[in-house]
Protein backbone atom coordinates (compact mmCIF):
# COMPACT_ATOMS: atom_id res chain seq x y z
CA UNK A 1 0.00 0.00 0.00
CA UNK A 2 1.23 3.40 -1.12
CA UNK A 3 2.19 5.66 1.59
CA UNK A 4 -0.18 9.19 1.53
CA UNK A 5 2.40 12.45 1.22
CA UNK A 6 1.43 14.80 4.02
CA UNK A 7 -1.09 17.35 3.60
CA UNK A 8 1.51 20.87 2.61
CA UNK A 9 0.51 24.16 2.37
CA UNK A 10 2.56 26.58 1.12
CA UNK A 11 2.54 29.86 2.14
CA UNK A 12 4.90 32.50 -0.12
CA UNK A 13 5.20 36.19 0.41
CA UNK A 14 6.07 37.80 -2.76
CA UNK A 15 6.94 41.27 -1.15
CA UNK A 16 10.11 40.97 0.80
CA UNK A 17 13.54 39.49 0.09
CA UNK A 18 14.28 36.75 -2.49
CA UNK A 19 10.38 37.36 -3.77
CA UNK A 20 11.10 41.02 -4.92
CA UNK A 21 13.79 39.63 -7.70
CA UNK A 22 12.62 39.28 -10.91
CA UNK A 23 10.27 36.09 -12.14
CA UNK A 24 11.30 34.89 -8.18
CA UNK A 25 7.81 33.91 -7.41
CA UNK A 26 6.94 32.36 -10.96
CA UNK A 27 9.82 29.98 -10.46
CA UNK A 28 9.03 29.16 -7.14
CA UNK A 29 5.94 28.14 -8.22
CA UNK A 30 6.72 26.09 -10.85
CA UNK A 31 9.29 24.33 -8.83
CA UNK A 32 6.52 23.79 -6.20
CA UNK A 33 4.12 22.24 -9.15
CA UNK A 34 7.42 19.90 -10.32
CA UNK A 35 8.28 18.51 -6.93
CA UNK A 36 5.35 19.06 -4.84
CA UNK A 37 2.25 18.27 -6.77
CA UNK A 38 -0.21 18.02 -4.21
CA UNK A 39 0.91 20.77 -2.14
CA UNK A 40 -1.54 23.55 -1.68
CA UNK A 41 -0.33 26.92 -2.75
CA UNK A 42 -1.00 30.21 -1.39
CA UNK A 43 0.18 33.96 -1.50
CA UNK A 44 0.46 36.05 1.35
CA UNK A 45 -1.90 39.15 0.56
CA UNK A 46 -0.63 42.34 0.95
CA UNK A 47 -0.94 43.89 4.25
CA UNK A 48 -2.87 40.71 5.71
CA UNK A 49 -2.63 38.59 8.17
CA UNK A 50 -0.38 36.01 7.89
CA UNK A 51 -0.52 34.10 10.92
CA UNK A 52 -4.68 34.06 10.36
CA UNK A 53 -3.91 32.56 7.29
CA UNK A 54 -1.58 29.71 8.54
CA UNK A 55 -4.50 29.23 10.92
CA UNK A 56 -6.67 28.63 8.76
CA UNK A 57 -4.63 26.21 6.92
CA UNK A 58 -4.39 24.70 10.25
CA UNK A 59 -8.48 24.37 10.24
CA UNK A 60 -8.11 22.83 6.84
CA UNK A 61 -6.15 20.10 7.46
CA UNK A 62 -2.60 20.81 6.80
CA UNK A 63 -0.14 18.53 8.68
CA UNK A 64 2.77 21.04 7.13
CA UNK A 65 2.28 24.88 6.88
CA UNK A 66 5.64 26.07 5.11
CA UNK A 67 6.53 29.61 5.48
CA UNK A 68 8.46 31.10 2.37
CA UNK A 69 9.31 33.87 3.02
CA UNK A 70 12.25 35.50 5.44
CA UNK A 71 12.44 35.11 8.90
CA UNK A 72 9.79 37.44 9.71
CA UNK A 73 7.33 35.59 7.46
CA UNK A 74 8.45 32.27 9.50
CA UNK A 75 8.34 34.71 12.99
CA UNK A 76 4.04 35.29 11.71
CA UNK A 77 3.60 31.00 10.82
CA UNK A 78 5.00 29.80 13.81
CA UNK A 79 2.74 31.79 15.44
CA UNK A 80 -0.28 29.87 14.40
CA UNK A 81 1.57 26.28 14.25
CA UNK A 82 2.62 26.07 18.03
CA UNK A 83 0.43 24.56 20.04
CA UNK A 84 -1.37 23.08 16.82
CA UNK A 85 -0.56 19.46 15.14
CA UNK A 86 0.65 20.65 12.50
CA UNK A 87 4.71 21.05 11.76
CA UNK A 88 6.69 24.26 10.22
CA UNK A 89 8.54 23.68 6.79
CA UNK A 90 10.69 26.84 5.63
CA UNK A 91 11.59 27.56 2.48
CA UNK A 92 14.55 30.56 2.93
CA UNK A 93 13.04 32.59 0.17
CA UNK A 94 13.99 35.83 2.50
CA UNK A 95 17.43 38.27 2.72
CA UNK A 96 18.83 36.74 5.97
CA UNK A 97 16.95 33.60 6.29
CA UNK A 98 18.64 33.08 9.97
CA UNK A 99 16.44 30.46 10.67
CA UNK A 100 16.74 27.98 8.03
CA UNK A 101 20.98 28.51 8.78
CA UNK A 102 20.21 27.61 12.35
CA UNK A 103 18.47 24.38 11.15
CA UNK A 104 20.70 23.29 8.49
CA UNK A 105 18.11 23.88 5.56
CA UNK A 106 19.36 24.12 2.37
CA UNK A 107 19.23 27.77 1.31
CA UNK A 108 19.06 26.34 -2.19
CA UNK A 109 15.52 26.25 -2.64
CA UNK A 110 15.24 23.09 -5.05
CA UNK A 111 16.87 21.48 -1.98
CA UNK A 112 14.85 22.76 0.54
CA UNK A 113 11.76 21.75 -1.51
CA UNK A 114 12.82 18.12 -1.92
CA UNK A 115 13.50 18.00 2.17
CA UNK A 116 9.68 19.01 2.44
CA UNK A 117 9.09 16.02 -0.23
CA UNK A 118 10.71 13.36 2.17
CA UNK A 119 10.07 15.07 5.29
CA UNK A 120 12.51 15.05 8.89
CA UNK A 121 10.93 15.91 11.61
CA UNK A 122 12.71 17.89 14.60
CA UNK A 123 11.52 19.60 18.09
CA UNK A 124 12.97 23.00 18.89
CA UNK A 125 12.82 25.59 21.21
CA UNK A 126 11.39 28.83 20.45
CA UNK A 127 11.35 32.03 22.95
CA UNK A 128 8.22 33.98 24.11
CA UNK A 129 7.73 37.77 25.45
CA UNK A 130 5.12 38.81 27.09
CA UNK A 131 2.00 37.07 24.32
CA UNK A 132 4.61 36.72 21.33
CA UNK A 133 6.86 33.84 20.18
CA UNK A 134 10.21 34.37 18.43
CA UNK A 135 12.40 31.93 16.67
CA UNK A 136 15.15 33.94 16.34
CA UNK A 137 15.76 36.87 19.03
CA UNK A 138 13.52 39.61 20.10
CA UNK A 139 15.10 42.96 20.94
CA UNK A 140 14.29 46.63 22.84
CA UNK A 141 16.03 50.02 22.07
CA UNK A 142 17.80 50.75 18.96
CA UNK A 143 16.96 48.11 16.45
CA UNK A 144 13.15 47.90 16.76
CA UNK A 145 13.66 51.99 16.42
CA UNK A 146 15.57 50.79 13.12
CA UNK A 147 13.12 48.56 12.19
CA UNK A 148 10.47 51.11 12.64
CA UNK A 149 12.28 53.87 10.61
CA UNK A 150 12.75 51.64 7.96
CA UNK A 151 9.34 50.83 7.54
CA UNK A 152 8.25 54.46 7.45
CA UNK A 153 10.74 54.82 3.94
CA UNK A 154 7.97 52.51 2.06
CA UNK A 155 7.69 55.29 -0.72
CA UNK A 156 11.53 54.12 -1.23
CA UNK A 157 11.70 51.42 -3.76
CA UNK A 158 15.36 50.34 -3.09
CA UNK A 159 15.15 48.39 0.00
CA UNK A 160 18.26 48.95 0.97
CA UNK A 161 17.90 52.46 0.68
CA UNK A 162 15.43 52.39 3.12
CA UNK A 163 18.17 50.86 5.66
CA UNK A 164 20.87 54.19 4.79
CA UNK A 165 18.19 56.30 5.43
CA UNK A 166 17.03 54.53 8.77
CA UNK A 167 20.87 54.36 9.81
CA UNK A 168 20.99 57.70 9.29
CA UNK A 169 18.14 58.68 11.17
CA UNK A 170 19.12 56.55 13.91
CA UNK A 171 22.28 58.22 14.04
CA UNK A 172 20.51 61.48 14.61
CA UNK A 173 17.67 60.67 16.77
CA UNK A 174 17.93 57.32 18.59
CA UNK A 175 17.29 57.05 22.11
CA UNK A 176 18.79 55.05 25.35
CA UNK A 177 16.38 53.45 27.09
CA UNK A 178 16.31 53.44 30.99
CA UNK A 179 15.69 49.49 31.84
CA UNK A 180 15.87 47.63 34.75
CA UNK A 181 15.92 43.87 34.35
CA UNK A 182 15.59 41.03 37.15
CA UNK A 183 17.16 37.69 36.20
CA UNK A 184 18.78 34.87 38.55
CA UNK A 185 17.75 36.51 41.44
CA UNK A 186 19.06 40.04 40.41
CA UNK A 187 18.00 43.24 39.36
CA UNK A 188 20.63 45.32 37.09
CA UNK A 189 19.16 48.63 35.84
CA UNK A 190 20.90 50.03 33.03
CA UNK A 191 21.24 53.10 30.49
CA UNK A 192 21.50 50.83 27.93
CA UNK A 193 21.39 51.34 23.52
CA UNK A 194 20.38 47.93 22.92
CA UNK A 195 18.32 44.85 25.64
CA UNK A 196 19.08 41.66 22.98
CA UNK A 197 17.52 38.42 24.20
CA UNK A 198 18.32 34.97 21.49
CA UNK A 199 16.43 31.90 20.65
CA UNK A 200 19.71 29.55 22.34
CA UNK A 201 23.00 30.65 22.60
CA UNK A 202 24.56 32.93 19.94
CA UNK A 203 28.12 32.85 18.92
CA UNK A 204 29.35 36.17 18.48
CA UNK A 205 33.16 35.56 17.21
CA UNK A 206 34.40 36.93 14.21
CA UNK A 207 34.38 34.21 11.97
CA UNK A 208 30.80 32.91 13.03
CA UNK A 209 29.21 35.63 14.37
CA UNK A 210 25.96 35.59 14.84
CA UNK A 211 25.12 31.53 14.26
CA UNK A 212 23.77 29.50 16.58
CA UNK A 213 24.85 25.58 16.83
CA UNK A 214 21.98 24.45 18.93
CA UNK A 215 17.84 25.62 18.93
CA UNK A 216 17.33 22.88 22.33
CA UNK A 217 19.35 24.25 24.98
CA UNK A 218 16.50 25.38 26.79
CA UNK A 219 18.17 28.73 27.38
CA UNK A 220 17.86 32.64 26.39
CA UNK A 221 20.58 34.64 25.12
CA UNK A 222 20.74 37.49 26.97
CA UNK A 223 23.09 40.99 25.89
CA UNK A 224 22.78 44.49 27.46
CA UNK A 225 24.71 46.64 25.64
CA UNK A 226 25.27 50.48 27.46
CA UNK A 227 24.60 53.16 26.02
CA UNK A 228 27.94 55.28 24.67
CA UNK A 229 29.30 57.07 21.84
CA UNK A 230 26.36 57.76 19.63
CA UNK A 231 28.47 57.48 16.51
CA UNK A 232 28.33 54.29 17.59
CA UNK A 233 24.94 53.51 17.74
CA UNK A 234 24.34 52.73 13.34
CA UNK A 235 26.71 49.82 13.55
CA UNK A 236 25.03 48.53 17.01
CA UNK A 237 21.24 48.50 15.69
CA UNK A 238 21.96 47.06 12.21
CA UNK A 239 24.42 43.94 13.08
CA UNK A 240 21.48 43.56 16.24
CA UNK A 241 18.98 42.50 13.40
CA UNK A 242 21.63 40.21 11.27
CA UNK A 243 22.44 38.64 14.88
CA UNK A 244 25.06 40.11 15.17
CA UNK A 245 26.28 41.99 18.06
CA UNK A 246 30.03 43.74 17.66
CA UNK A 247 29.91 46.17 20.23
CA UNK A 248 31.19 44.72 23.14
CA UNK A 249 28.53 43.66 25.61
CA UNK A 250 27.82 45.42 29.05
CA UNK A 251 26.60 41.92 29.85
CA UNK A 252 25.44 39.18 28.82
CA UNK A 253 24.29 35.93 30.59
CA UNK A 254 22.12 32.64 30.03
CA UNK A 255 19.01 32.26 31.57
CA UNK A 256 15.46 30.45 31.08
CA UNK A 257 13.58 33.74 32.05
CA UNK A 258 13.92 37.56 32.55
CA UNK A 259 11.42 40.18 33.33
CA UNK A 260 12.62 43.70 32.03
CA UNK A 261 11.17 47.04 33.23
CA UNK A 262 11.60 50.43 31.56
CA UNK A 263 11.34 53.46 33.20
CA UNK A 264 8.71 55.19 30.42
CA UNK A 265 4.87 54.38 31.16
CA UNK A 266 4.29 54.40 27.20
CA UNK A 267 4.01 51.52 24.97
CA UNK A 268 7.30 50.30 23.60
CA UNK A 269 8.50 48.92 20.15
CA UNK A 270 9.99 45.19 20.39
CA UNK A 271 11.40 43.61 17.59
CA UNK A 272 11.01 40.06 16.80
CA UNK A 273 12.71 38.18 13.78
CA UNK A 274 12.78 41.43 12.28
CA UNK A 275 9.37 42.25 12.54
CA UNK A 276 8.17 45.03 15.27
CA UNK A 277 4.87 45.11 17.40
CA UNK A 278 4.08 47.56 20.49
CA UNK A 279 3.61 46.44 23.88
CA UNK A 280 3.71 47.93 27.70
CA UNK A 281 6.19 47.29 29.88
CA UNK A 282 6.84 45.36 32.19
CA UNK A 283 8.22 42.05 29.39
CA UNK A 284 8.68 38.59 30.44
CA UNK A 285 11.02 37.05 28.35
CA UNK A 286 11.08 33.07 28.43
CA UNK A 287 12.09 29.90 26.98
CA UNK A 288 9.79 27.57 25.94
CA UNK A 289 11.39 24.61 25.47
CA UNK A 290 10.42 21.90 23.02
CA UNK A 291 7.89 23.82 21.57
CA UNK A 292 7.87 23.68 17.73
CA UNK A 293 7.58 20.70 15.36
CA UNK A 294 9.71 21.66 11.81
CA UNK A 295 10.93 19.86 8.93
CA UNK A 296 14.97 19.67 8.95
CA UNK A 297 17.80 17.46 8.70
CA UNK A 298 18.46 15.87 11.56
CA UNK A 299 20.08 17.79 13.88
CA UNK A 300 23.70 14.96 13.74
CA UNK A 301 23.78 15.81 10.08
CA UNK A 302 23.51 19.72 10.68
CA UNK A 303 26.28 19.74 13.77
CA UNK A 304 28.69 17.61 11.98
CA UNK A 305 28.21 14.30 14.76
Known amino acids: ?64 IVASGGDGTVNSVAQAVIGSPAHLGVLPFGTLNHFAKALGIPLDLPAAVDLLAQPSIRCVDVGRVNDRYFVNNA ?37 PILVSVEANGKIIRQRAWLLFVGNNEYTLDLLNAGQRRHLNQAKLDVLLVGARRRWRIARLAFSA ?5 K ?14 YLT ?26 QALWVVAPPEELVSGG
Open 264 to 289: SSSPQCVAFDGETQTMQSPFTFRTVP
Open 241 to 245: GRGRI
Open 139 to 175: SLGLYPQLVELREHQKTVAFKPLRWVKALWEIVRTGK
Open 1 to 64: MTEQPPRIHVLINPHGGSGQRKDAVANLQRLLATRLPHATVEMIKPGGDVTEQARAACRAGAEI
Open 247 to 260: AKPLLRFETEQIKV
